[in-house]
Nanobody
Framework: QVQLVESGGGLVQPGGSLRLSCAASGKIGSIEAMGWDRQAPGKQRELVATIPSTGSTNYADSVKGRFTISRDNTKNTVYLQMNYLKPEDTAVYYC???????????????WGQGTLVTVSS
């Protein structure tokens, strides 16, 4: 009923930039918080950034000053602009969103399928 589809991953050299997008579709009443997590090979999934419907954004210390999260509520889309990428940023990046059902008015958390970002020379 609700889908999150990520795009924008790929191979980039250290110091380069990528922009990830995640579009939500389906039965959506409204979207509360949105965010990005990542999981590197052999490591646990970690939070990268979150953005509420209103209010301040939040970032992992490892990406502060390099990554910027934003959203376009007219398109139900969240973005992650990643600059000055490092090899340790290599991971599968997952978007997530707290989506309110238009019929029940309950909020549920949904996840995308992930997009691979590889930072290597």
């Amino acid at each position: 009923q609700v889908q999150l589809v990520e795009s924008g991953g790929g191979l980039v050299q250290p110091g380069g930039s990528l922009r990830l997008s995640c579009a939500a579709s389906g039965k959506i009443g409204s979207i509360e918080a949105m965010g990005w997590d990542r999981q590197a090979p052999g490591k646990q999934r970690e939070l990268v950034a979150t953005i509420p419907s209103t209010g301040s954004t939040n970032y992992a210390d490892s990406v502060k000053g390099r990554f910027t999260i934003s959203r376009d509520n007219t398109k139900n889309t969240v973005y992650l602009q990643m600059n000055y990428l490092k090899p340790e940023d290599t991971a599968v990046y997952y978007c997530n969103a707290d989506i309110v059902s238009p019929s029940t008015l309950w909020s549920n958390n949904f996840w995308g399928q992930g997009t691979l970002v590889t930072v290597s020379s």
